[in-house]
C-alpha cells in the first residue's frame, strides 16, 4: 500500500509562493491556523466566499494576472513564506509525545467516527459529536499521537439549510467534489486504486477509500460511490444520518468493518482502537472473528483480546438516542459472523442486549461496543454518572458507582476556534507559545495582565465583525425573497453594536429547548427593548431534515424575529456551520444554553466563546458544573433534573429572566472608569484564566492517552 506522505516529493524552499500555498492547502492544518485565511482570500475572494472558504477552489481559480500581481506583493510573499516555514516545522519538528514517551512501538491508535467537523468546506459533519472528533484529530496531531482516524466521505454532505418566506428550514444538499479537496484516493502498491469487496449479506459493496492529512496523521474516508456499485450502494456513503434502518446498518458495517478491513490492507499496526460512538461497533465482532482466523484463537480468547484493546466513548444520555437495530435486520446483514464466532443466534445477540437472553431486547449498538471494550468514557463528569446508571443493568453483580465507565470531558481545539487578533492578543501576554502550554493553568493567568482598554477594543471589534457579518447574511437570505425585500427597507437597522448580545446556537433537538427565552414574548420583550440597556438575540442551528419538531422550533424562532417587538433585536442566521460559529462565539457577550438536565452530555459549544472572554449562562449540564466558578458566567436554575413537565420549563425559564433582569443585563451596563465595564471585564478575566485552560483538546487527548490508550495498547502486546 502507499501511502501519500511517504511518496510526496519534497518541495525546497524555493519554490514559488503559489507552489508552498500548494503544499499548504495538501494538508488540512490549515484549517487551524487562523492567519491563513486571509491569504487564501486574496487569491479569489469570490471563489473563497463561495466555497465556503476552500482554499484549493480558491487557488485553482486564481487568474495568471492575479498571480502576477501576487507574486509582486513583497509582503504576500513574505506571508507565504512565514505560513509555509510554520508547516514544514509542524511536520518536521519532535513532538510532546516523542518527547514524553521513549516508546519503541510503531502500534497506533486507531480511531473510528461517523462524522468528522474539520472545516465549513468539508460538511462531513451533523454537529457536537463532529466537531469533538474533528478536534480530537487535531490535537492528537499537536501532540504527535501515534494516530489513525476512519471515517466516511460524505459526498453530498450535510444538508445546507435555508430559511424560506414562509420562515420554514429548508435544506439542500452541497456536494464535496474530490477535485476540491485535498482527498488523495488510496491505492495499492503496484499504484492501482485500492477496492473492496465488502460482504453485505447476500451482496457485495465495492468500496475505495480517501486519505486525508490532518497535521501528521492520516484520516481515512470510505467511499461506496462507484459506478460498479447498484444505484441503492451507491447512496450508502451519499448523505450522513438519513435513510431508513437498512441503510443506516449498512452504513455502520461499512464503518466498522469495511474500514477495520481497509487499516489491514494499509498494513497500520494497530494497537488500540477508539470508538467514537457506538456507530462503529460492528469493529469488534470484525476483530473478533479475524483474531480466531489468523491467529487461532478461541472466541473467548479473542473477546478478551479485543476488549483489551479497545476503547469506547458514549455521548447519549438520551436511551432512544443510542442505536439499535432490528434483530431481523442484523441476521440479514451479519448472520455469517455468528458462524465464524462459533456461536448460537442468542449468544451472538446476547453480545448486544443489556440483559442477555432478553428476547425482547433489540440489537443495541451501546450493549455490543461496551462488552468489547474494557476501556469506556462518558464526556463530561456527569455524564459518567447518568451513563453508569443507564448501564448498570449490564453490571447486575456492580454498585452502580463501580460500572465500568468513566468520563473524560470534552475540550474544544483552541486553534480551531480563535480569532486571529485574539491569538496575537494571548501571544502577546501569554507569551509566544502559549499553545505548547495550553492545558496549564499558570499560563493563563497572565491574562489577568491584559489591560481592561485593550480586551474591550477587541470584543467590541468582535462584535462589530459579527454584526456586519449577520447583516450580510441576513441581506443574501432576503435577497432570495423578492416579497420580504420589498417588505423591510435595509438591514442597517439589525442588531446594534451598543446592546448586550447573546448567542444561542446548536442543532435544534427538542431537548435543547432552543424556545425557552420566548416563553413569556411580552418579559423578553421588555428584556431586549429597554432604551438604555438594550439586549438583542442572535441564533443559529439545524434541525435534521427527519426531525419534524426540532423543524418547528426553528420555525418558531424564525417567527418571533419576524414579529413587530422582536425586530433587529432577535435574528435567526441560517446554516448554521462552523462558520457560523466561528463568528458567533468571537462576538458574543453570553453564550446561552438551557437544555434540559442531564441531556447535554458534555456540549462544547460554550467553551469557544470563553476563549474570547465571553460569559456562559447555562443549565448546570453537560460540562458546566465542572466549568462554572461563580464568576466566570451564570448558572440558570440549581442543578435540577427536567422530568419532562411543563413546571420544570417554568422554573427553568423563570430563573433564566430573573438571572438576566437582576445581573447580567445591569452588570453589562454598569460603567467605571474611563467608560468601561470593569466588572463586566473582571469576569471576562476569569473566564479566561479559567476555562480555556481545562476544556481544551490537548487536556482532553492527554487523558484519553494516560487513561485508555497507553494501557490498551501495552495489552496489545
Ligand atoms: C461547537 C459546535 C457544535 C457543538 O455544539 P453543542 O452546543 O456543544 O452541541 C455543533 N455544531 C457546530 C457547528 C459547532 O461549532
Redesign the pocket.
Known sequence: MKNRSTTASRKSTTASPFDQLAEIAGNLWWTWQPHLASIFEMLNPRAYASSNQNPIVALRRCTAAKRRALEGDAQFVKNVRRAYGDYRRYVRSKTWYQQTHKSKSRRQVAYFCMEY?LHESLPLYA??LG?LAGDHLKAASDLGLPFVAVGVYWKKGYGRQHINSAGKQVSRHQPIKPEDTSFAEVRTESGRPWRLRLPMGADHVTIRAWQADVGRIQLYLLDADLPVNKPRDRKLTHTLYSGDRDTRIRQEILLGIGGWQLLRALKVPVGACHLNEGHAAFLSIERIAERMKDHGETYAQALRYVRNTSVFTTHTPVPAGNEEFDPELVDRYLSKYQRMLGLTGEQFHNLARVKPDDAKENFGMTPLALRTSRYANGVAKLHGQIARKMWSGMFPKKKTAAVPIGHVTNGIHLQTWLHPLMNDLLGEFLGADWSAQQDQKSSWKKANRIPDESLWTLHRQFKTELIAYCRERIERQLRRDPVREMALSGVEDILDPGALTIGFA??FATYKRATLIFSDPARLAKILNNQNKPVQLIFAGKAHPADTEGQALVAEVVRFSRTPRFRNRVVFLED???NV?RHMVAGVDVWL?NPQRPREAS???GM?PALHGGLNLSILDGWWPEGFNGKNGWKIGGGQDHRDTKYDDRRDVESLYRTLEREIVPLYFKQGKEGLPIEWLARMKNALQSIPPVFNSHRQVKEYLKRYYLPAMRNSQ
Open positions: 467537523a454537529g457536537g466537531v446548536r442543532r448554521y456551520d462552523m460559529a444554553n456540549g462544547t459549544s469557544k
